[in-house]
């Protein structure tokens, strides 16, 4: 499996990993429909809505 770039955006990420999306939207989170998405990345996300990064990404490799 590849590897997450986080130095992405979240619009590209979100592109290459649509279940990122989901995952995000099971928290609550709609990065998809955020202007934002242009410039955040996945560590401002975390960051900003207190997350895990490790557990986020060991949810995204396990599906």
């Not at 279940?19 to 560590?43: F, M, N, R």
């Amino acid at each position: 499996m590849e590897t997450v770039d986080l130095k992405k955006n979240m619009a590209q990420l979100l592109v290459e990993w649509p279940k990122l999306g989901e995952i995000l939207s099971s928290h609550g989170i709609d990065c998809g429909s955020c202007i934002a998405s242009q410039v955040d990345t996945l560590p401002d996300v975390v960051r900003m809505y207190k997350l895990d990064m490790e557990t986020l990404l060991a949810k995204l490799k396990e599906s």
